[in-house]
Structure formats: C-alpha cells, structure tokens
Nanobody, 121 residues
Framework: QVQLVESGGGLVQPGGSLRLSCVAS????????MGWYRQAPGKQRELVAS???????TYKDSVKGRFTISRDNAKNTVYLQMMNLKPEDTAYYYC???????????????WGQGTQVTVSS
C-alpha cells in the first residue's frame, strides 16, 4: 500500500503563497496520476488539481491561474504551488495517487494525514 505524506501547510495572509509537497512511498509513482484535494469544515472533499504521468494537468476553476501542480518522479513527490491565496482556500489539503479516472473521481480507500492551510488576516 502506498503511503502519502503531505507537508507545507500553514497560516498565511490573503494574497500570500504556499508550496505544498506530497511524498509517496513505493515504486509505482511515475506510472500513475496524482491529485491534490482539499476539504473545508462542513464540506465534501474536492479535487483541486491533477497531473498525469505525462504531466497533463487539470485545475478546479476557482484556482486556475493561482495554483500550479507539478511532479518530480525522481523524488516521488508532487507539489502544489499556491499563489494569491484567498480565505476560501482555507482547508485541509490531501494528495493521492492512482489511475487518472480514480484521481479525477477522488474515490480512494485511504488518505494521508493532510496538511492544514489557513488563509486569514
């Protein structure tokens, strides 16, 4: 079973930036898609961005132009660069790995511990 460790969250003022990282264990990293998700209090978890093994990317409309997903297969790591953060970006952020269909649907049996992002003045 792949283990996922997210990091890089924190408290930031509106307009600020953060870079999240997610390290995945195992040797399957390079062949699968990765996704970043977030869950705000009282809301369902939602897909924020995805990246395929070939580095094709998708973004949630509300983060387009502000967030950038990237991956480093040599380090088994996927990143989410977040700029011009807004209070509505406040949530726990999670990553996951799998076939692109699974990533887009967000249908996973297990998740990492996530990393908290709080955007507030």
């Amino acid at each position: 079973q792949v283990q996922l460790v997210e990091s890089g969250g924190g408290l930031v003022q509106p307009g600020g930036s953060l870079r999240l990282s997610c390290v995945a264990s195992g040797s399957i990293f390079s062949i699968y898609a990765m996704g970043w998700y977030r869950q705000a209090p009282g809301k369902q978890r939602e897909l924020v961005a995805s990246i395929t093994s070939g580095s094709s990317k998708t973004y949630k409309d509300s983060v387009k132009g502000r967030f950038t997903i990237s991956r480093d297969n040599a380090k088994n790591t996927v990143y989410l660069q977040m700029m011009n953060l807004k209070p509505e970006d406040t949530a726990y952020y999670y990553c996951n790995i799998g076939p692109i269909g699974t990533v887009l649907a967000g249908e996973f049996g297990s998740w990492g511990q996530g990393t908290q992002v709080t955007v507030s003045s």
